[in-house]
């Protein structure tokens, strides 16, 4: 083989693996939710009016929440692999949760800080995915534009956090990471949650996992 092809075919093996991303090991959950009820049990903290957050045909639905999450009660592990299916039923896409916030916080005015990560993907009327730390305006944000939603397709999230990197998958495939410096972590910066705007969304399979 010629020195020339030799280094053709290294440089198309490196490129390929710089393209594959590996996926977090899959540890046994710690919880896991498949709303297959009636009623969101005491699992779970609403920040909403009643009837925001409500479980239809098995999924979790909310429409209207205006950045009122719906909290989950036990804390996350504080190195954790999350794991979620979701879908818009809304041309403005809008599919939001927030990971690692306080566990109680919510929009007092229009404008919303959160206390965590927040993910979304098909926000600002189905232009951006975002990775955001806590503001999801500020400059710090991580964004691309190829990740729209579809009215009514099925997405397969995973979140993952190990150490100071912040990780988001779509249908397994990296959308966005964080190296953050200074990492949400500790008693205020411990909880997951689902969180929404206007759009009317759906979601399912929400697993918890240590990382």
């Known amino acids: 083989m010629s020195t020339a092809r030799f280094l053709c075919l290294l440089g198309l093996i490196l490129a390929s693996s710089a393209?594959?991303?590996k996926m977090p090991k899959l540890l046994p959950p710690?919880?896991?939710d498949n709303f297959d009820r009636t009623e969101?049990?005491?699992s779970?903290?609403?920040t909403a009016p009643p009837g925001t957050y409500r479980i239809e045909n098995g999924e979790l639905v909310v429409s209207g929440g205006k950045n009122h999450p719906l909290w989950?009660?036990?804390a996350l592990p504080r190195d954790a692999v999350i794991e979620l299916d979701a879908y818009s039923k809304s041309p403005d896409g809008d599919i939001k949760v927030e990971a690692f916030g306080d566990g109680q916080s919510f929009a007092k005015t229009v404008s919303y800080t959160a206390t965590s990560y927040v993910f979304i993907q098909g926000g600002w009327q189905n232009r951006l995915a975002a990775l955001c730390r806590m503001d999801e305006h500020a400059d710090d944000r991580k964004t691309r534009g190829d990740f729209k939603v579809v009215p009514g397709q099925r997405y397969h999230w995973l979140i993952a956090r190990k150490d100071q990197l912040v990780r988001f998958y779509i249908d397994g495939k990296l959308a966005l990471e964080m190296d953050d410096l200074v990492p949400?972590?500790?008693p205020g910066h411990s909880f997951f949650g689902f969180n929404n705007w206007e759009a009317e969304v759906h979601f399912d399979n929400l697993v918890v996992r240590p990382y």
């Open 44 to 46: 779970w903290k609403s």
């Open 72 to 74: 989950l009660v036990p």
């Open 19 to 21: 393209c594959t991303e």
């Open 30 to 32: 710690v919880f896991s």
């Open 184 to 186: 949400l972590e500790g």
């Open 40 to 42: 969101l049990g005491p």
